[in-house]
């Protein structure tokens, strides 16, 4: 059995471990750079954040020791049973050794540049709060938005001896070996995010947002309103990216096959508010009509918005266009209950308590059942959201 | 002579109204409904004139106002600051770290001129920064530059603490939309002042013979007794001034900032407008106004892409074919076979 | 064509626009000869010899060279070069940063290239045949200008020419560089080539050519043997007139007679180019001059007392006032002026108007915040173009269009719109044309006359010996003498830079 085979490896990993001592990466030093009052003050707000998303979604934040994380909920949302069951995952992947109680479980976290948006930030800040000392975890952080970058980081922390690779990958392919290295050295990798093209073999869990689906329900919402016609300004996110596959692929669907459905301009505005302020302003200056903006983030959706409100055109609940967003930024979140837009989507960045109870099964032995962790995610619509909502889900 | 003599001095401006002149016979011939202006109303009831032109001149403002400190950088250092967008977006950031502050509710903690004035200060810091390495260390300018062109959005983020403050005051959307009871967009009119007082400045101080003296011939200078560090020095920090007039329109717009793309890429567009201008990137002679009207063809040249449908990621590439017909035009053996080829229409005609 | 003739042009035009740069000249070069090719600037020496280069193309004419039956045709210098017609320019042409050897060979067939050790060992055969004191696989830069001019020459030999242009290759050289080159020159000519000799010094013309021909205002003066045509005759035939009598300027000129003041004094100024610390003064209405071998340190005196270079040490007097100067501002500020040696990379802002090159002294003292006015401007460059008879199109015309004696008149019109006390000229004279050096040395006598002081500095000794009251002489960094008066000769100089007191 592959499993006793590991723990029989343990106690030599745990003497590393406890003879390095503890070791801080890169990540470290940018975050303390921010000053220790700065610290403290993002560490309590994004643990409430992760308390009330990880028990409003329903899915757990495992056994962790720590007090402040509730909800020892069922591990993997019950919908992502349902799917592709892979029973033996876990034994074939090389799941490493638990660390002697007590001892630090090392971390290395590789993600892309917490600036990047607000989604990115409060990633961050939720993995920066799960993976404390109090949570018995001892993290490294790297950061780039450059797949090669990442990579480096990757290969360092391997050879930093960590127990753990944490995955946020900016490109979906060019893993496979360095991940092949992780494994070869004993340490569990963990995607969150998103996924890359490489063997299911070579990572214990992904973690993952459905970006399909976050189209379908948007998009389905969106037929529910019941117009005669729909001329939708359909703003795009840089031209790749899994977010801006998923939510154009749903809309492009809908207007293949709806005849009342038509797009009167599909641009990239690359989640830039700027650029997308310019696109719907060029379609104004053009005189077209349109009744739908459909932008696949919350800041598009905001530069759009912008620009309505130069020309005078009305937008909102019972208003001449629809105003549609995704990520569900607190500020844009407000912008749905004052009745200024109509729909945003869930993008759900709180990945940590799902990845903790990952780890937290690895470390009892227990097998991983499902692969491909599917977030819980919602779309919320103006008219009935409360100001609850908008605390609770907004990042 | 004389008509000679104008034509040679008017050389430089000629060529970005010569393409100003070409895009609008362009867009005149396909669809003239191009250069219609309606006045309407805002959502606040305030009036307001719309229309592709009043696009490009909201939009292009912004250019022209940094094409001015990229000119006089250009000319005293021979080199390009890069680092112009992740500057902007660190003065956007002060001006909302001091408005809102870190957790603040989005009312107004500051008069937004505070606010303005702290984010020149912090400007003009950075860009003696960059003027302290170019001018002082003898660093290409496009490689001291690079170092904030890497760290400037994170700095940003770091000055607000990685949060996104958003500014709820209704005055502070003034500056990059309109003034109630003025229809023509407030950047048309920043860049306005700006450039007035850069004319002013250029003509009651010898800046500008300084400056192409300095850029031309650093030695000579300094046997003139110029202090041609001092000068390149002035030029970082008067791009400082610049930027910090454009991270105020930048975040006015939306009231709030994107440090990871908010003036993306501007730094390659003010550049253009400065190679546009016809000055010469590698230092020396500059027409500031030649920039300012080559900041508003490329808004010119972005608004008629957008019209036309263009995806906004195929726009580089057309700003692209633009810069390698500036080149190829500007390149002396090119010059001289049109001279050539002129004269002698001239001497059939 | 003529018997002997190597090279013959023929009623040759050439036209820019308003202006007849070449109206029928005849050229003729004949072999084992060094034909001296003489005239102002602007008279169209250059206009010939790019035309011969095929930089330009010729309007009208025909160009023979020897062993072709019909006219060359000559479109570029490739073809040129092709023809055996090779050009040695008064600017160092090669790559600085290459070495001796693959200098001479660049550019010149690959198959060479690849050879390293035979190309060097080419190289180092043709250098120690023709002399030159320089190594095939040192690098260029390390080499003097001298040498560097030599080289360029050694690589127009080993090109098989026939014709060799040196186009002002003394300029820049020192007199014993000067020796070595014509040592090379005569010896070429021994070998059968033609040599093109275009030069300002007189000197040298009678020196080392056996033919003179004249050019003035695009046309043909005539051609000389040179026993045929005394100095004076040819300064007449090149300036179209008679010309007062050179050695006589200096006692046509008042000699100021105010009171005796000391403008400017040092006291062990040192500064960091290297010359050891010393002592200098002068008086109102002085001139005086720097003179010792290029690189004896001359140049670096006057910068150490403009503050061009950092000055290190020593104490420093303005009218008997102890001040501190430590950039050239301050100089400026107290009345120094300071032409430089070389113009192009510090007195000339080549891209600027010639207005705007002439006012920008002035206007630096005068501040940042009072610019002058257009009309003011105008004013000024109106009339210093007229005092100093600046040859150009308009004060618009930028300054680095004009030709260098024009230039170095732009320059000095700079410095004197600045109203200086204590003048500093450093070579002003070098690469201008006779007419205008004489007005130099008139006009540097005649603001003596009103009080001005003024230091000279020439690589021609007799252009100093004319103007100069008093010479401090150099040696190897460091002042070793000083003459005025009687021993003002050109021997007694001579024996000082040459270090007759030290033996």
């Known amino acids: 059995m592959p499993q006793s085979w590991q723990m029989a490896e343990a106690p030599d990993k745990a003497a590393k471990a406890a003879g390095l001592g503890l070791r801080t990466g890169d990540g470290c030093r940018q975050e303390k750079s921010g000053g220790k009052k700065m610290k403290k003050r993002t560490l309590a707000l994004m643990m409430t954040a992760v308390m009330t998303a990880a028990s409003l979604a329903g899915c757990g934040g495992g056994s962790s020791a720590s007090a402040t994380t509730a909800a020892p909920a069922a591990p993997a949302a019950s919908e992502a049973e349902k799917e592709e069951a892979k029973e033996e995952a876990a034994t074939e992947a090389a799941a490493p050794a638990a660390a002697a109680d007590g001892e630090l479980i090392k971390v290395g976290i590789i993600n892309n540049d917490p600036n990047e948006s607000g989604y990115r930030t409060a990633n961050d800040a939720d993995l920066k709060a799960m993976f404390t000392e109090e949570n018995g975890y001892d993290a490294s952080f790297a950061y780039s938005l450059k797949n090669d970058e990442q990579i480096t980081a990757a290969q360092k922390f391997i050879q930093d001896e960590v127990d753990y690779l944490l995955l946020s990958a900016a490109d979906t392919s060019g893993w496979d070996s360095v991940l092949q290295d992780a494994q070869d050295a004993g340490i569990g990798v963990i995607l969150f995010d998103r996924t890359i093209d490489a063997s299911e073999d070579l990572y214990l869990a992904s973690i993952v947002s459905d970006m399909d689906k976050e189209g379908e329900t948007a998009v389905n919402w969106l037929a529910g309103q019941g117009l005669d016609e729909y001329k939708v300004i359909h703003i795009q996110g840089v031209m790749g990216s899994a977010a801006q596959q998923g939510r154009t692929g749903a809309l492009d669907a809908k207007v293949a096959e709806d005849s009342a459905w038509t797009l009167v301009t599909q641009q990239t505005a690359e989640w830039n508010s700027e650029k997308a302020q310019q696109i719907v302003q060029s379609v104004i200056d053009s005189g077209t009509d349109f009744n739908v903006i459909y932008a696949e983030n919350d800041d598009m959706a905001k530069g759009a918005v912008a620009a309505l409100d130069k020309a005078n055109i009305s937008h909102g609940v019972g208003k001449d266009v629809i105003v549609m967003g995704f990520d569900c930024n607190k500020w844009a979140l407000q912008e749905l209950l004052d009745q200024n837009w109509n729909y945003d989507g869930q993008c759900n960045p709180f990945q940590a308590s799902y990845i903790d109870d990952v780890i937290k099964k690895v470390q009892k032995g227990e097998a991983i059942t499902e692969k491909t962790i599917i977030m819980d995610e919602k779309g919320f619509d103006a008219t009935t959201i409360t100001a609850d909502d908008v605390e609770k889900y907004g990042i | ?349 | 064509m003529k018997e002997n003739a190597v090279l013959e042009m023929k009623n040759i035009h050439k036209s820019f626009p308003g202006v007849r740069a070449l109206q029928g000249v005849d050229f003729t070069l004949c072999k084992s000869e060094i034909h001296a090719l003489m005239g102002e600037n602007g008279a169209g020496k250059s206009t010939l010899i790019k035309v011969l280069t095929g930089v330009y193309e010729k309007d009208e004419g025909e160009i023979f060279l020897d062993g072709l039956d019909k006219p060359a045709v000559i479109r570029s210098p490739q073809d040129a070069q092709n023809l055996g017609i090779s050009t040695v320019y008064q600017e160092i042409t090669l790559c600085p940063n290459l070495t001796v050897a693959e200098n001479m060979y660049i550019g010149r067939g690959s198959a060479k290239l690849t050879n390293w050790k035979k190309m060097n060992e080419d190289a180092d055969r043709i250098l120690n045949n023709l002399g030159i004191p320089a190594k095939a696989s040192h690098q260029l830069s390390d080499c003097s200008i001298a040498i560097q001019q030599m080289v360029a020459i050694a690589r127009a030999v080993d090109m098989d020419c026939k014709v060799l242009i040196l186009d002002e290759p003394t300029s820049s050289l020192d007199e014993s560089e000067v020796e070595k080159l014509f040592g090379l020159m005569r010896d070429l000519r021994s070998r059968g080539v033609g040599i093109i000799f275009v030069t300002h010094f007189l000197d040298q013309v009678y020196e080392v050519c056996d033919k003179i021909t004249v050019l003035r205002d695009g046309q043909l003066v005539g051609e000389y043997v040179i026993e045929d045509l005394p100095r004076v005759k040819l300064v007449a035939k090149m300036l179209g007139k008679e010309l007062d009598d050179m050695e006589e300027i200096k006692d046509d000129t008042q000699v100021y007679k105010g009171e005796d003041e000391y403008v400017f004094e040092a006291e062990k100024l040192q500064s960091d180019a290297g010359i050891k610390p010393f002592d200098f003064h002068i008086k109102k209405g002085e001139v005086n001059g720097f003179t010792g071998l290029l690189g004896s340190g001359r140049s670096e005196c006057v910068r150490a007392i403009f503050c061009a270079d950092k000055v290190i040490g020593g104490v420093v007097k303005i009218k008997n006032k102890v001040v501190k100067l430590t950039k050239p501002l301050d100089a400026m500020k107290n009345g120094i002026a300071y032409l430089p040696e070389d113009r192009k990379i510090d007195g000339i802002v080549g891209d600027l108007s010639v207005r705007d090159n002439l006012i920008l002294a002035a206007q630096v003292l005068r501040g940042p915040f009072k610019p002058f006015s257009r009309a003011e401007a105008n004013r000024f460059a109106d009339e210093y173009i007229k005092l100093l008879e600046i040859k150009t199109a308009s004060a618009d015309t930028p300054i680095k269009s004009l030709s260098g004696g024009n230039q170095q008149k732009v320059i000095l019109g700079r410095w004197l719109l600045t109203h200086p006390d204590y003048l500093i000229l450093d070579e002003p004279t070098r690469g201008i044309d006779i007419g205008t050096k004489i007005e130099i040395q008139k006009l540097v006598l005649k603001l003596a006359s009103e009080g001005m002081s003024v230091t000279f500095i020439s690589s021609e000794t007799d252009e100093m010996l004319r103007t100069c009251s008093r010479l401090v002489v150099l040696r190897d960094r460091k002042v070793v003498g000083e003459l005025s008066g009687e021993d003002l000769t050109q021997s007694k100089v001579m024996e000082t830079i040459a270090g007759g007191e030290a033996s």
Request: aromatic share 10%.
């Open chain 2, 1 to 349: 002579m004389t008509k000679k003599k104008m034509f040679f001095s008017s050389r430089q401006i000629f060529i970005p109204i010569a393409a100003l002149i070409l895009l609008a016979l362009f867009n005149l011939a396909v669809d003239p409904s191009f250069f219609k202006i309606t006045l309407g109303h805002n959502s606040a009831g305030d009036p307001v004139l719309t229309g592709y032109l009043m696009t490009i001149l909201d939009y292009g403002s912004e250019v022209a106002i940094l094409a001015i400190g990229m000119t006089l950088v250009t000319a005293a250092c021979g080199g390009q600051d890069i680092s112009v967008g992740a500057a902007v977006a660190i003065a956007g950031s002060v001006i909302l770290r001091v408005l809102v502050g870190i957790g603040g509710d989005g009312t107004l903690q500051a008069p937004i001129l505070v606010g303005f004035l702290a984010a020149c200060v912090v400007s003009m810091l950075f860009g003696a920064f960059n003027g302290v390495l170019v001018a002082i260390f003898k660093i290409q300018p496009m490689v001291a530059t690079l170092i904030l062109y890497t760290a400037g959005r994170s700095i940003a983020a770091w000055i607000n603490n990685n949060e996104l403050p958003i500014v709820t005051d209704k005055t502070f959307t003034y500056f990059g939309g309109f003034i109630p009871g003025i229809p023509i967009p407030t950047p048309f009119f920043l860049a306005v002042v700006c450039i007035l007082i850069t004319l002013l400045v250029l003509r009651f101080t010898t800046l500008g013979l300084y400056t192409q003296a300095v850029g031309i011939n650093s030695s000579s200078s300094r046997l003139n007794g110029l202090n041609p560090e001092f000068i390149k020095f002035l030029s970082f920090v008067i791009l400082g001034l610049c930027v910090a007039v454009v991270g105020l329109i930048k975040t006015s717009r939306l009231s709030t900032i994107n440090y990871s793309v908010i003036a993306k890429d501007i730094e390659m567009d003010a550049i253009l407008a400065v190679a546009l201008g016809g000055n010469v990137l590698s230092g020396g002679k500059f027409n500031i106004m030649a920039s300012i009207v080559g900041a508003y063809v490329i808004q010119f040249l972005t608004t008629t892409l957008y019209k036309f449908n263009v995806s906004s990621d195929a726009l580089p590439a057309y700003k692209a074919v633009v810069v390698i017909l500036l080149v190829v035009l500007s390149a002396p053996a090119v010059k001289d076979k049109l001279m050539s080829v002129i004269k002698k229409q001239k001497g059939v005609g």
